[in-house]
């Protein structure tokens, strides 16, 4: 097959006019300059990275060096990265981008991340790899902007749609792409009309609980890779749990796919100390919970009004202000509301203006004061949330609050006041995916959440690269509770914290007993009372027990 | 590139445009810019516009680079410069800009008496590149005799053992090409596309190959479909644009260089 070969004529047509005009001619000296300048640029071999000469402020890690360089070599620059929380997946990206601005294979990129991240990427691709990104916020910088960071749910939309797709992008970046597991949806819909030639999908959480969301990801980066969707799903069952039945399937996906384990990069972790922090009630905060509790003996009204028993106790045991503002609405929402119902409606409200102070809150404060040093406390609950900022306020300890529903800037501004001015962040979600905090080394727990999935992404926040300290989390559990029973039993039983999530859900997949997400949604989402939890729990953890013998037997074997 | 060849790069770089160097000390340099370099370089139109409407008094800027920050004073305020720092990338750019064509005679010290005769090459630095899913380059710098039709293989490291100047030195005369410029120009790309059509393509062969490979997954994925649709040429255009191997033979620069018959053996 002949081998198409251009030929750039534009150097010729500006000579001849020299020649006609007589002049004017450059220096020799500079003639010179340029053609050593040529002899440095030039890259005389397709293997091999250039980046690392590049940069000056940053040393990249070597497992990282080494994605980049699998993913030019031997995926053709097409993968996703799906590297455990915290090990570095922008600085690969970043990586890959650049090897490739450098050798001159992308001129234009565009990355596409969620909202609360896109001034934070813009600024590391700037100041770590000196790309020149640009946040989208004007509609020029599609045309104007060889690099652009912006929102997918703003590029999506006209005026910029029509904008992105008439740019001709050699690179396409997605962060959290595990969000366009659903071909359904706008977005995916939207990510799949790109036009990818080189295409980076980042994803923190393994994508292997249901094998439709590796099919509906891998087809978004290679369709084709795992054959069409009939052919797939008669292959495979739709609702097949784990990636790892099958071999075959695995293997393939491996081409596209890159992960890696914080025990494969041979780094040194700052450790995890983690303290279970036991709270007594106060008279009158037990006798709300009490009360709580003795509910669902009092006939099944409560079934009516659509709430689950265990959120209100959960609520219980954060603060009196949670309780509170969910029965007010639970009271507004009924719209003839029995008698009875609002006598017992008001009877808790009764109780729960009889709490005089909250234990955990006083706890909270013993620890921060004793830290003397950056906190974050993380709360399931809004209520809990303003309430201990007013609480710390008493107290002279400055916090910013934190939380998934803020907007871009004012998730950077209160990321930039926690690190400057204030002592505490108080944040409601994990939520903020992606943002880094690791400047400060602190973690108390006031609630846990059900999903042990958040938690490892809450610790995540700051148990990452950069982290240069030991971490220390402090999880409150109110004694006697339905806390205390699930701390018992999920987080200790299982050594949760001391593991990777992943781990586990290796071993459970591979014995064929479904992701332990999945049971644990089950287990505190569809109990219907704490009897059948502690049933389920029990289940569960023995279940787990064998998987980690089995583990252990195979590792006997293996030595 | 070394630090301390950044740090002489930029030194000549500086002296070839006839900036002055106010300090030339370890780990940094101190320069003041010429207007045309201010122009070249610090990209503040508007200022330059605004002083012609208004014909002020021209003041071009201090630029002060750190070559090696462990050496240069703490309080030296200025950019730090590195191998992949965008301002070095921008003097390289500029480099090539300001250099792009040259007309140089060589100075050849003629007997008393005598008359030397200076002959026309057509000199040509070139920057081949090989592009697929990869890409790498060569350099080439090939000289073209414009009455003979001789050609020659690494022009520019012959010229550096040679005296030049751009002006015709004295008793000396050029002789007229036969060979247009412009068509010389031509016979060197002729010339490169045949040697290159020579070469072992394996590396070609290879893209090619995943090129297909992939385009047989597409296929596949959408064959259930009765209407392939818009998504389905875009992923064809994307797998083009990824895979299909080409090279491009790029100009770095070049011009007219006037030789004595023995300055290139």
């Known amino acids: 097959m002949t081998l198409q070969i251009n030929f750039d004529a534009t150097w010729q047509d500006e000579f001849q006019n020299r020649i006609d005009n007589d002049g004017p001619w450059g220096n020799w000296d500079l003639f010179k300059l340029t053609i050593e300048v040529e002899n440095q640029t030039v890259i005389p071999a397709f293997d091999g990275l250039q980046v690392d000469k590049h940069l000056s402020n940053l040393t990249p890690l070597p497992h990282q060096l080494e994605v980049a360089e699998q993913v030019v070599e031997n995926m053709n620059g097409k993968a996703i990265l799906a590297d455990e929380v915290g090990l570095g997946k922008t600085i690969e990206a970043g990586l890959i981008l650049k090897e490739y601005m450098i050798r001159g294979l992308v001129k234009k990129a565009l990355i596409l991340v969620p909202a609360s991240l896109v001034s934070q990427w813009a600024i590391e691709l700037n100041s770590k790899f000196f790309i020149p990104a640009v946040a989208q916020k004007k509609s020029y910088v599609w045309e104007q902007c060889d690099v652009v960071v912006s929102s997918i749910d703003t590029a999506k939309r006209e005026p910029h749609r029509s904008l992105v797709f008439e740019q001709n992008y050699d690179l396409i970046i997605i962060d959290e792409a595990h969000k366009l597991k659903n071909n359904k949806t706008k977005n995916y819909e939207f990510v799949q009309s790109l036009k990818k030639k080189f295409c980076l999908l980042l994803t923190a959480t393994p994508i292997q609980n249901r094998i439709s969301e590796i099919f509906n990801l891998v087809s978004l980066l290679k369709p084709g890779h795992l054959g069409t969707e009939t052919s797939f799903y008669e292959k495979y069952k739709k609702n097949a749990r784990s990636l790892d039945d099958d071999e075959g399937l695995k293997e393939l996906v491996n081409k596209v796919m890159i992960r890696n384990r914080r025990q494969d990069t041979g780094i040194e972790w700052t450790k995890r100390h983690v303290e279970t922090v036991p709270i007594h009630f106060s008279k009158e905060e037990r006798a709300l919970y009490d009360a709580i509790s003795s509910m669902h003996r009092e006939g099944n009204w409560m079934t009516d009004s659509q709430f689950s028993l265990m959120t209100l106790q959960r609520e219980a045991c954060s603060s009196r202000e949670a309780v509170f503002y969910t029965l007010r609405n639970m009271l507004k929402k009924q719209e003839q509301p029995s008698v009875a119902f609002q006598q017992k409606i008001e009877e808790l409200i009764g109780l729960v203006e009889n709490i005089q102070q909250n234990a955990k809150a006083q706890k909270a404060l013993e620890i921060i004061q004793q830290i003397n040093d950056k906190v974050i406390i993380f709360t399931e609950y809004r209520a809990t949330q303003l309430f201990l900022q007013w609480f710390l306020k008493q107290h002279n300890i400055t916090s910013v609050p934190f939380r998934g529903g803020f907007k871009r800037g004012k998730k950077d501004w209160m990321r930039e006041l926690f690190q400057n001015h204030a002592q505490v962040l108080i944040a409601t979600e994990a939520g903020g995916e992606g943002i880094n905090l690791q400047f400060c080394s602190y973690i108390i727990n006031f609630d846990l959440p059900w999903n042990p999935m958040r938690l490892e992404q809450r610790i995540g926040r700051i148990h990452r690269l950069g982290q240069k300290n030991d971490v220390h989390i402090y999880n409150f559990a109110t004694k006697d509770t339905v806390e205390e029973h699930v701390l018992k039993l999920l987080y200790e039983k299982i050594h949760l914290f001391e593991k990777v999530i992943g781990e586990l859900d290796d071993i459970l997949t591979k014995l064929q007993f479904g992701s332990i997400n999945d049971h644990l949604i089950d287990i505190f989402g569809q109990s219907a009372s704490e009897g059948e939890m502690r049933i389920k729990m029990d289940n569960l953890t023995s279940m787990i027990e064998f998987a980690e013998s089995v583990k252990e037997e195979n590792q006997h074997a293996a030595t | ?265």
């Not at chain 2, 330059?48 to 630029?63: D, F, I, R």
């Not at chain 2, 008793?171 to 045949?194: C, D, Y």
């Not at chain 2, 597409?218 to 998504?231: I, Q, V």
């Open chain 2, 1 to 265: 590139m070394q630090q301390h060849e950044i740090h002489h790069f930029l030194l000549r770089y500086f002296h070839a445009n006839h900036c002055e160097i106010l300090e030339n000390k370890p780990g940094y340099l101190v320069i003041q810019l010429t207007v045309e370099l201010d122009k070249e370089l610090m990209n503040r139109p508007f200022y330059w516009h605004y002083l012609e409407k208004t014909g002020g008094v021209a003041n071009p800027m201090e630029l002060t680079l750190i070559t090696n920050p462990s050496l240069a004073p703490d309080d030296i305020k200025g950019e730090i410069i590195h191998f992949g720092s965008p301002r070095l990338h921008q003097i390289f750019q500029s480099t090539k800009n300001l250099a792009g064509y040259i007309r140089l005679y060589e100075n050849y010290e003629a007997p008393p008496g005598t008359q030397t005769a200076l002959r026309p090459w057509l000199g040509l630095n070139l920057r081949i590149s090989y592009q697929c899913d990869r890409k790498k380059d060569l350099f080439k710098s090939i000289g073209l005799h414009l009455i003979n039709g001789q050609m020659v293989e690494q022009f520019h490291d012959k010229l550096l053992h040679l005296s030049l100047t751009p002006k015709i030195p004295d008793f000396s005369f050029t002789l007229s090409p036969f060979i247009k410029p412009q068509s010389g120009v031509m016979r060197v790309a002729n010339f490169l596309q045949s040697e290159i059509e020579k070469e072992d393509h394996t590396w070609a062969d290879e893209a090619r190959l995943r090129w297909q490979k992939d385009l047989q997954l597409l296929e596949r994925f959408y064959e259930d479909a009765d209407e392939k649709g818009e998504s389905f040429e875009n992923e064809m255009t994307a797998l083009q644009e990824q895979y299909e191997p080409q090279v491009h033979i790029s100009i770095v620069n070049g011009g007219l260089f006037y030789l004595t018959d023995e300055a290139i053996s």
